[in-house]
């Protein structure tokens, strides 16, 4: 048997609501946050486009074990449409590819079409995208020329409120499920105003709860310089991703038999749906779920209580 790698790194555990700055993609970003804190562990809660900036959640340590609830939520975002030119990335990244005259576009024009695309609706994933055909990223395959066919994913678009028009540029607030690429939605509403259209800016305020201002990586860099004693208090703690699930205290040996992978009966528990869970010293657990017979049932423990 091989020998096991040794863990490097501090074993800290938290979220930050990171600021992504323009121009680097989130796995670099992730991987700045990772290097300043020393991290053993980290993950991101669903990629920003380099264009992008806002709100990127960082999970470092045993904050990962949450990270896919984080992918599920809701997200914001304020976006900047210029009218009149398509590109070949839906965004300022790529070659313009067509172009239309915007004279007979007006503000009133772009307001009266929002309306139809707000709602459940089928959208048709970009090529320039991180998803993976055959194990290859999209993204990867596009720059190569080669264009494969998509399965259109049910997102929701919850709001469009329009914030200002300049034309050919125009703002937009977006309220959508996961999975919603702005891009491509920027890209439709050209297309239904027959003159087509690309995002030139793009900002993410909020995902799920987390709408607080996210900390800049100049920010970040300062703070990394009293040392960890300047770092760590930016983080948030892990059941700060959770907060619309009930909670549920256990006794030490409610706790003991939990952290033995153990169902327990807990008095007043919720009927159903997942919870979080906390020890008898008021520590969070980790995230548990109500089993059919009432017992509560680990689901993911965090090793930090």
């Known amino acids: 048997m091989g020998r096991r790698r040794k863990k490097t790194g501090r074993p800290v555990s938290g979220i930050l609501l ?14 700045q946050v990772k290097n300043l804190y020393k991290a053993q562990k980290a993950g991101h809660t669903g990629s920003l486009d380099p264009l992008a900036t806002g709100v990127l959640p960082v999970c470092l340590g045993e904050a990962t074990k949450v990270s896919g609830f984080l992918l599920d939520a809701d997200k914001k975002y304020r976006v900047q449409i210029k009218l009149g030119e398509k590109t070949t990335t839906a965004d300022a990244e790529g070659e313009v590819i067509a172009t239309a005259p915007i004279d007979s576009i007006s503000e009133t024009a772009i307001s009266m079409i929002l309306p139809e695309f707000i709602g459940v609706q089928q959208q048709l994933p970009p090529m320039y995208s991180a998803l993976k055909h055959n194990g290859e990223r999209l993204y990867k ?3 190569e020329g080669i264009e494969v066919e998509r399965k259109p994913r049910e997102i929701t678009i919850f709001s469009l409120e329009l914030i200002s028009v300049d034309l050919p540029f125009f703002e937009l ?3 959508c499920s996961k999975g919603t690429y702005v891009r491509t939605l920027a890209e439709d509403i050209g297309e239904k105003l027959g003159c087509g259209a690309h995002v030139t800016e793009l900002r993410r305020t909020a995902v799920g709860i987390f709408d607080a201002e996210p ?4 920010k970040l860099e300062s703070a990394a310089g009293q040392g960890f004693s300047g770092l760590d208090p930016l983080l948030m703690p892990i059941d700060s991703a959770l907060p619309d699930w009930e909670d549920v205290h256990l006794s030490a040996d409610m706790s003991y038999y939990v952290r033995q992978g153990q169902a327990v009966m807990v008095p007043k528990a919720p009927a159903n749906g997942m919870v979080r869970l906390y020890d008898e010293k008021n520590g969070f657990l980790g995230v548990g779920v109500i089993q059919s017979d009432g017992k509560v049932a680990p689901k993911r423990l965090m090793l930090t209580s």
């Open 18 to 31: 990171l600021d992504k700055p323009r121009g680097i993609s989130s796995n670099k970003a992730l991987q």
């Open 215 to 218: 900390v800049s990586m100049a």
């Open 141 to 143: 395959l596009a720059r």
């Open 173 to 175: 607030d977006v309220h």
